[in-house]
């Protein structure tokens, strides 16, 4: 069934496990285009330029905000940039193929604006608060007092699911992939965008 | 995942399928409702009383309709009367599970005033009028005429189609009915249908 394409905005508190999920509902759904986000800030060890960020110099972010080549961008505490690549999301939704992305409230609430009902957003909820700060407790890497920072932003993250139009909760990360499967196959029967070939008679 | 549970109405011109699609989504979801129309109308030689409906005389219809025990109802081109008892939904709802329901455009706009959000609505599409058209004529159990008349009214009831929410088409019945358990379960995301277990921290 062929249908208009849309946007599927999808975001996380740290540690509900967002960037596995997304893992898996690429695996899912492999005619989804995965728009990359463009950074500042420097790969880490096992990051991929082109895969999980474009890595560009502060000039060439710069630059490319005043050409107005990004859908949405922010310039987080630390000072790095981050922001959405408009070409390849606009190109993607021109074939006909339905665009995902791992954006923050802000870059949410932008690209609702500009996009309305052409998008859905999807919150990734943890199964519960003490489940959050087991998951964020466990990775070890930080010390116990940006681990207490880390959930008091998780706790505000939290906050934002109010502004989404769906909850999924990532209990595992099979189920929280296959929900969102079920979500995006959904949005593409709303009668809106089914390009229904009903020949006239 | 708990949720808020609401109700499915789904409707078809005649020959889209509905009743073997229905079938199948039972067997996809066994956690569903069935709400079982009531009639005035004979049962048919392979119909069985209280599931396929409820066969029930003309006195006792109409002592439904007087107190009320009925969600919608409607008497047809012929006499017979049609309607959803209100208990058994309500019950089934009461008890968290979520409510399926085959209705024509005036039953499920007569349930859309009362339930609101707490509905949503289905049309079953043919993929195309032609194959209609072949499916109609394949039944062989009605003269030209019937057959005629048959796809006139089919015309009239596709025309409904705008007033639903999600459109299905029924290529194959697997798939239509994968289709309508994919719409279940995104429905039950929604934000405001989510009872998140969120401990309070």
């Not at 960037?19 to 790969?43: G, H, I, M, Q, W």
């Not at 407790?137 to 939290?158: I, P």
Request: proline content about 5%; some cysteine.
């Amino acid at each position: 069934m062929r249908h208009r394409p849309f946007l599927i905005v999808i975001s996380a508190p740290s540690g509900a496990g967002k960037t596995t999920v997304l893992n898996e509902v690429k695996k899912l759904c492999p005619d989804l285009f995965y728009s990359v986000s463009a950074t500042t800030r420097s790969p880490r060890p096992n990051e991929i330029d082109g895969v999980d960020y474009i890595f560009v110099s502060r000039e060439k972010f710069e630059e490319m905000i005043e050409k107005e080549e990004l859908l949405e961008w922010a310039r987080v505490f630390g000072g790095e940039y981050y922001g959405t690549p408009k070409k390849p999301v606009l190109k993607a939704l021109e074939s006909g193929r339905d665009v995902i992305m791992d954006l923050d409230i802000q870059g949410k609430e932008t690209l609702e604006e500009k996009f309305g009902k052409e998008m859905i957003s999807i919150f990734l909820l943890p199964p519960s608060f003490e489940e959050l700060r087991r998951r964020l407790s466990g990775r070890n890497t930080e010390s116990e007092e940006e681990l207490k920072e880390r959930l008091s932003r998780a706790k505000v993250e939290l906050a934002w699911a109010d502004k989404y139009q769906y909850w999924v909760v990532s209990s595992s990360v099979d189920e929280a992939a296959r929900s969102i499967t079920s979500i995006i196959e959904a949005e593409r029967m709303k009668k809106e965008r089914v390009i229904y070939p009903l020949d006239s008679d």
